[in-house]
């Protein structure tokens, strides 16, 4: 039996929780950030000051002009906990089978669940919906596939507060023709690089023609990114495994934060599922890379050597948490993220590989 997924997501989360903390507020032009009016960044808008062209990220003094009326908010980090574990409260009421990927979203996987609903998806999406509204005042999009990555994307043409089924025929006739970067986990440098090949759409993405190409600037994501789109494609034979280039994984903080304590163990949890993964497929690194994403939205990326190739987690980890220490300057973090690159089979490992440079 296929697996269907949800991906669901609150809409305008820091918004809509701050219209429920001050409800004076509630249908106007409201956006959470900072009220400094020379440094202030916007860091999420609700959908009425969106309207006026308001975007995250954007300068507070910008924001104010587009809309003169738009009240700026501070972040009020205890109703966001407060509301995220609720919110995860009434999804998980429903299936353990929940990945949280952010504080305000998340996979869940309905297959067994949908016996109960007449196994209509949409029916089981409708009564999560209305559950979390009637709880928490708190509206969300469901995005409903056969796969996360097609979940994620359906939740997209979902909003606002909506459900959208992206079938399997629904895939060529809808999701062909959009840009590349629409694709979750596809950033600005990704796209760029494949722009730069002519490479614009999903269709131009899947083509047999590009496949060396796009594996060569996807590396480890290539099969994940890749396969979900091929049900209606001629040449399937794209699934067939082969060694991944990298192995890698980001995490957006709950919270920006300058807490080297907290960053750590979350990088700390993103190296332990690396090597568990490099284990997995018996592979070997002698490479490692670490991402850093700050609160505005720059982005910087170190890589360093191993001095020989390893897969334990007490020679990697080091490493990485050396880098990071050395590197980070107490600036805000929103993500963080780390790479395992220039990837060999174990078996190809031997007194060679093991030397020390």
Not at 76 to 100: M, V
Not at 130 to 148: P, Q, R, T
Not at 192 to 220: C, F, M, P, R, W
Request: proline letters at 3%; aromatic letters at 10%.
């Amino acid at each position: 039996m296929n697996k269907i997924f949800f991906h669901i997501d609150i809409d305008a989360f820091f918004a809509s929780v701050a219209e429920i903390v001050f409800p004076k507020y509630k249908n106007q032009p409201l956006a959470v950030g900072s009220l400094n009016s020379r440094t202030g960044i916007i860091s999420s808008p609700n959908y009425i000051a969106r309207s006026f062209g308001i975007k995250a990220a954007m300068p507070s003094f910008l924001a104010m002009k587009l809309c003169p009326k738009l009240i700026i908010v501070e972040h009020t980090g205890w109703a966001y906990e407060r509301y995220s574990k609720q919110f995860f409260s009434i999804i998980k009421s429903y299936t353990n089978n929940c990945e949280i990927t952010s504080i305000d979203e998340c996979f869940i996987d309905v297959t067994d669940l949908l016996k109960d609903h007449h196994n209509n998806p949409k029916l089981l999406a409708i009564k999560i919906q209305k559950h979390i509204y009637n709880s928490l005042d708190l509206k969300v999009s469901i995005g409903i596939a056969k796969s996360k990555l097609l979940a994620k994307m359906a939740t997209e043409l979902a909003k606002l507060n909506g459900i959208f089924i992206l079938d399997t025929d629904d895939i060529k006739p809808i999701m062909y023709n959009k840009d590349v970067a629409t694709i979750p986990y596809i950033g600005p440098k990704t796209a760029s690089l494949l722009y730069e090949q002519n490479i614009k759409t999903i269709k131009d993405l899947v083509n047999e023609q590009n496949q060396s190409i796009v594996q060569d600037i996807l590396g480890a994501s290539y099969y994940s990114t890749i396969n979900p789109f091929l049900a209606h494609y001629e040449n399937n034979d794209l699934t067939v495994n082969r060694v991944a280039k990298s192995i890698g994984r980001s995490t957006t903080l709950a919270f920006d934060s300058n807490d080297e304590t907290t960053i750590v163990k979350e990088l700390k949890v993103l190296i332990k599922d690396c090597i568990k993964r490099l284990k997995k497929a018996h592979l070997w690194t002698n490479n490692i890379s670490l991402t850093i994403k700050y609160d505005d939205f720059k982005t910087k990326t170190k890589s360093q050597n191993l001095r020989f190739f390893s897969n334990d987690y007490d020679v990697i980890a080091n490493k990485i948490l050396k880098l990071f220490r050395n590197w980070y300057d107490g600036e805000w973090v929103r993500l963080i993220g780390i790479s395992l690159n220039n990837l060999i089979d174990e078996s190809l490992v031997n007194e060679q590989f093991l030397l020390f440079d």
